[in-house]
């Protein structure tokens, strides 16, 4: 189970050019799991211990609003991976994650693999980076979200 799971993350976008080894130390913090279309994968607030690598299906990123609904930031397919809140303190999630259709997900113990990258540096610094471009990516998305949104606004 756990060689079909570590194949499946060094397949995966975000993980891509891994060793083995290291799809392996991954894989011994995963799990496979089903959601169903509008299920909450994670919650704004909540803890984050868990993250996605999702295999299929769509996942809508959400902000609340403060007298209005949510504000959908990004939707992630097959490919991409939601949350990095797992990597730093307080390990809470900053928006929420909703199945748009039924998702098929690798899910990722945090804790786990915090643990492992703590115990191989290297190992730890080649997870940050990965994580990093894809804080950017979600960066960026919401910028041009807020742009959409709120337009060209005139400060004055």
């Known amino acids: 189970m756990i060689r079909r799971i570590a194949t499946q993350i060094g397949n995966h976008e975000l993980f891509e050019g891994l060793s083995p080894s290291e799809a392996e130390l991954i894989a ?3 799990k496979n799991v089903v959601f169903s279309q509008n299920e909450l994968l994670l919650g704004e607030g909540d803890d984050a211990g868990t993250f ?5 299906g769509r996942v809508a990123l959400e ?8 504000l959908m930031i990004e939707t992630v397919g097959p490919g991409g991976a939601v949350g ?13 994650a909703r199945a748009l259709e039924p998702v098929g997900a ?8 915090r643990g492992k990258a703590e115990s191989d540096p290297a190992f730890g610094y080649e997870l940050i980076k990965r994580f990093a471009a894809v804080m950017v990516d ?19």
């Open 28 to 30: 011994g913090c995963s």
């Open 84 to 96: 990095w809140s797992w990597l730093f303190p307080p390990y809470r999630w900053h928006f929420d």
């Open 63 to 70: 902000l609340h609003r403060p007298g209005g609904g949510p």
């Open 52 to 56: 996605y690598l999702v295999r299929r």
């Open 106 to 113: 690798i899910a990722i113990d945090g804790e786990c693999l």
């Open 138 to 156: 979600r960066l960026n998305a919401t910028q041009l979200r807020l742009l959409d949104v709120y337009g060209n606004v005139d400060a004055r």
